[in-house]
């Protein structure tokens, strides 16, 4: 199985399965929803927004599959988060307002820890990232783009965030100087952020990067800033 290595890491067992994902159509986007058993006892479940790249758009569920935590949570259990993966429609680009009304629409819907809250995505998921953390920064515990891109001037906005921010060097889709200067602005304003640049990897820079069990452990130990 190729993810074995995160799972084995992470205290995660590639067992029967416990639960699997399901696909629900959404007010805003329909996704794909994955509930690891019961909550913790009066706080609910931190939750995980996954969004996909350019090329996963569309009506079929199975296309949110293809990369991160989709790949792997229908072969897994005791993955600790709800995990929620959204999908864009053809021809249409990720919208941060319409990703707000679908975390409202889960907070109402599931029992949701609202201070673990968290976002990662890739490539055009990674601007998204981004954006949705731009347009309600005090929402999240913590996110993770990847290869991803928003203009630098902005990155102060998220000073108050944990950022984990990876990239390939060798990209040539989304040049890693979108991610060196979005961290170099966030440094400089005293923001939380860590940066993985992978020096031997082209766009597909989500591989190495959700294959890495401390991502995770990471979010896990992120909850949100009230101040």
Not at 37 to 50: K, N, Q, R, S, V
Not at 122 to 146: E, V, Y
Not at 165 to 174: C, E, I, K, P
Request: charged share 20%; glycine share 8%.
């Amino acid at each position: 199985m190729k993810y074995l290595v995160v799972l084995i890491l992470s205290g995660f067992i590639a067992s029967p399965v416990i639960s699997q994902q399901s696909y629900h159509r959404g007010g805003v986007y329909n996704y794909l929803l994955y509930i690891p058993g019961e909550p913790p006892a009066g706080t609910g479940y931190p939750l995980l927004i996954f969004l996909h790249g350019s090329g996963e758009r569309g009506e079929d569920p199975e296309l949110l599959k293809t990369h991160g935590p989709p790949s792997f949570l229908d072969d897994t259990s005791g993955f600790p988060f709800m995990v929620v993966s959204p999908q864009c429609p053809s021809g249409k680009n990720w919208k941060a307002r319409d990703l707000i009304r679908l975390l409202d629409e889960i907070e109402d819907l599931y029992a949701v820890d609202k201070d673990r809250i968290y976002i990662t995505g890739l490539s055009s998921g990674g601007n998204a990232t981004w954006n949705m953390a731009m347009k309600a920064p005090h929402r999240f515990a913590a996110i993770a783009p990847i290869c991803g891109k928003i203009n630098a001037r902005r990155a102060c906005k998220l000073r108050h965030l944990p950022v984990w921010v990876f990239h390939g060097a060798l990209d040539n889709v989304h040049d890693h100087k979108h991610s060196d200067e979005l961290v170099a602005a966030l440094k400089a304003c005293g923001g939380q952020v860590r940066y993985s640049l992978y020096p031997d990897v082209d766009h597909f820079a989500w591989v190495p990067a959700y294959k890495d069990a401390g991502l995770y452990k990471w979010f896990l130990q992120q909850r949100k800033n009230h101040e």
